[in-house]
């Protein structure tokens, strides 16, 4: 994660919450009054976003002291602390909710990652998000994704070519993508993975007849015609699976012997977890 998109996002989150000033603390805390703030988990999961927590705080007050008691990735369960806050009780307060949001949203998607890791156990498979985040927060969702052991696709349209179905479509077919991207590729002197979706096992035979690319992502496909399409492409090209996967199906999937096993689940449709932040 870059320190300055990391600030740029901090200083946009601090406008938007704290605007012209925190009236509500404001009005009634005393200048300059010092304290202290723990917080307090509530639910048990995997911790996400301690170091981007610490980047809000000394960026909100330089002067708050953070004591960690549980670094990013660390088991916990209700009643763990996970940090310490010491300083002036305005800046305390300035910072809850940000800190909380992030905190919260960061550690859900890196408990639910984890809880599709662990259903891979002993394989080689391993469990990818998708860019189906939250707009402007998509480098805190892949980290908090990392965290929980899973692995990152891609970050956006820029780092890698994704040839889907509709890329297909538009561009008359496999063959005619796969060729023009590879042209473009030679063209622009960009050196880039293609990776390109499949929706059926003809499609399969298509792309295998055409080659030039480096990933076959199966589509929706069933189990059975996953084992079909892994045997069919005979480690030729790496392989993902994608579309519908669930925590009860992630491992049947991962046992047909594909690479990869992409879930949109894990950053679009996840439970925040419980903690809050609290004064003592």
């Known amino acids: 994660m870059e320190d300055k998109i990391l600030r740029q996002f901090i200083l946009g989150c601090i406008e938007e919450d704290i605007g012209d ?17 723990r917080l307090l988990i509530k639910q048990p999961g995997i911790l996400a976003g301690i170091r981007v927590v610490s980047g809000v705080l000394s960026i909100i007050d330089s002067n708050l002291e953070m004591e960690v008691l549980k670094t990013d990735g660390a088991e916990i369960v209700p009643g763990d602390i996970g940090f310490i806050v010491k300083g002036e009780q305005l800046s305390i307060l300035k910072s809850e909710r940000l800190v909380l949001n992030i905190l919260q949203r960061m550690s859900g998607i890196a408990t639910t990652t984890n809880a599709y890791v662990k259903k891979l156990q002993g394989l080689s ?77 003809n499609d399969i035979r298509e792309i295998i007849s055409c080659g030039g690319v480096d990933r076959i992502m199966l589509d929706n496909f069933t189990i059975e015609s996953t084992r079909e399409a892994v045997k069919l492409i005979g480690g030729r090209f790496e392989t993902e699976s994608s579309g519908g996967i669930t925590l009860e199906t992630i491992r049947d999937y991962a046992e047909c012997g594909v690479d990869f096993v992409s879930v949109g689940a894990l950053t679009h449709h996840i439970k925040s977890l419980d903690m809050s932040l609290k004064a003592f």
């Open 125 to 201: 498979c391993k469990v990818l998000d998708t860019r189906k985040t939250t707009p402007g927060m998509r480098f805190l969702e892949k980290e908090a994704v990392r965290i929980g052991g899973g692995e990152n696709h891609r970050m956006g349209l820029y780092d890698m070519i994704m040839l889907k179905d509709n890329h297909i479509d538009y561009a008359g077919g496999i063959k005619n993508a796969i060729l023009r991207t590879n042209k473009y590729l030679s063209d622009q002197n960009l050196s880039l993975k293609i990776e390109i979706e499949a929706r059926n096992l």
């Open 21 to 37: 000033g925190d009236h509500s603390s404001l009005a009634c805390i005393p200048d300059n009054s010092t304290g202290k703030a």
